[in-house]
């Protein structure tokens, strides 16, 4: 079946580094994304990984590993506005996007 | 970047009326837009497929008949909320994909309409 894990809440400090990771068991494989989700706002893309390996952008980086079906997203120098819910999405076979159900981060100063 | 205008981002209304929301892409053509539903505290869920010149493909559980999706253009689709009841209420995102661009597999997202019914 299809299955997408994350933790629910994290906490982290300003201008520390924080890791979120994300398990998953779908119907075939196209792409991993990760978006990040303020409170009442749609998502916005962070990254997508289709290929092992890490991907960096920034603050933020990406790291996939196919075989083990485990992502994570790392965010650098936190910041206050980087509170916010992060989401795991794979997009199956069908380029349909299998959502978890989020990371909620809180940055404490 | 691609960019996904949805309109209205709030709407209020009472209970029995309908309610469209609009999803435009405004610099791509967009052969396929997905409409999501968030509740409060949950993740995302899609409702359906919309697909241009054809009929939406709706995932299991969600009503046809209640959730109206027409995908008349490229870069025009519509989600009606028909004798909304306050348990529609919720956030509906809707999003694309830039197939013609390079496609990555990127999804797009509109802003989001908040729907609260009365």
């Known amino acids: 079946g299809q299955n997408i894990d994350q933790p629910t809440e994290m906490t982290a400090t300003e201008g520390a580094i924080v890791q979120i990771n994300c398990t998953y068991q779908?119907?075939?494989?196209?792409?991993l994304f990760w978006y990040q989700q303020h409170a009442g706002e749609a998502p916005t893309f962070l990254s997508y990984n289709v290929l092992d390996g890490l991907e960096e952008k920034g603050r933020f980086s990406s790291f996939l590993s196919r075989s083990k079906g485990y992502s994570y997203l790392l965010l650098k120098e936190l910041q206050m506005k980087d509170s916010a819910s992060y989401l795991c999405?794979?997009?199956?076979?069908?380029?349909?996007?299998?959502w978890g159900a989020g990371t909620k981060l809180i940055i404490k100063p | 970047g691609a960019v996904v205008s949805q309109h209205p981002s709030r709407v209020i209304c009472k209970s029995g009326t309908s309610v469209k929301i609009e999803c435009r892409s405004l610099d791509f053509q967009a052969t396929t837009m997905f409409w999501y539903r968030q509740f409060p505290k949950q993740s995302l869920m899609l409702m359906a497929t919309s697909n241009e010149g054809s009929k939406a493909t709706y995932e299991q559980g969600v009503e046809k008949d209640k959730f109206l999706i027409n995908h008349a253009s490229l870069t025009l689709s519509t989600l009606t909320v028909t004798s909304a009841h306050p348990e529609d209420s919720s956030f509906y995102i809707c999003?694309?994909?830039?197939?013609?661009?390079?496609?990555?597999?990127?999804?797009?997202f509109g802003e989001g309409s908040r729907l609260t019914v009365l």
């Open positions: 999405a794979v997009l199956e076979s069908n380029y349909q996007l299998i």
């Open positions: 999003s694309a994909r830039d197939l013609a661009g390079g496609d990555t597999g990127e999804l797009f």
């Open positions: 779908t119907s075939g494989f196209n792409g």
